[in-house]
């Protein structure tokens, strides 16, 4: 069954507002530089006022001052002191923006200001950039999410998921499953006209994965990624985008090589922003990204492809273990080859895997939770069998081949 990290959302919030004042605290006792800078916005009885209490040499009140704050803090912290500056969300970019602009960006000076009292947060960038905005605004308990993509290069923007990766493995290590959405996801078609054309068909590739996994769980009733079984429509949304791939992808690829907006192109944005990032949370997912996660867990390998990329190929394995038709294998493998998404461990640049690289692989892969959801066992034997064969199958197309 699907794996999850809930959170119970006022713990997390008791939760957030303590381990703040506590590393005020912390930061306090063990650092004679520590300073504390703020604006009428702490209470006598909150986890940060014990900290006025016990270290009130450290704390400067600023009143109202929200301008003198900031810029008395960016000269604290060129004197060498190490400053936190607390500051109602609004007046901090609104009565602030000057002292930001040149006391603390245009110096380059280590400030960290804590917007108290904010309601939004506004992630503009790309899956990872987008993954993190939503995480903290859910452990921060905002409000409000904006999201402003400026790829289409994976299905974050739309969903109450984050994933959290590792520093060092690029692992997948977490993901947190907000109860909420983001509030507004703002397409802006020339933003993402001028993106990559690579990163635009990685998304395509993210976008492949959808159905093919969610079908799985459907077919099974295995649990969606909000914990539930999912709905007809929200089955009808994943094979509506998988089919729009086949039908605008090749398409939409020409359009942004030539950075001209089509329908093809629209179409497309739709498929890997909204239709995707709907389709998989509401119908969940299966073994379609574990073997790409499988391949992240290879020592001493340059990570080259996107995760959409990654996923296209991992999303063909799927299709192998499982035993598709040769019609569907031939429509996605087609596809993938032409509009460039990997097929081959070679595209992937994973050239001569080792036996043991091959053992390296399968057992990460099988440690991902999603990978077992399939109506059967899903061993050792036929994770490996499905890279070589997956493998084997791309080369054949990519030499004219075809399995029909
Ligand atoms: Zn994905």
Redesign the pocket.
Known sequence: MAAKTTYDFDMMLSNAREAYGEELYKMACEGKDFVFTFSDNVAPSSSAGKLLRDFPERCFNFGIAEPDQVGASAGLALAGCTVFSQIFGPFLPLRAADQIHTDIAYNDVKVRLKEFGAETLIGIGGGKVVDSVKAAAFKCRLLNEVIIPTIAA??AYTSAASCIYGEETHMMIEAINSPKNPDLVLVDTEILLNAPVRQFVSGMG?AL?TYVGGLVCQQNYLNNHHGGVGTHSALAIAKLSYDMLFQYGRQAKLAAEKKAISDAFNAIIEVNILMSGMGFENNGSSSD?SFYFGTLALPNREEYVY??EG?AFSTCCQLVMQGASNEQLDEVYRFCRDVGLPITFDDMHLSDLTDEEFDIMTRAALDQAFIHNQPFEVTYEKVLGAYKAADAIGHLYHEGGSLL
Request: proline residues 0%; glycine residues 12%.
């Open positions: 994976t299905d993210d994965s990204h995760h959409g996923v």
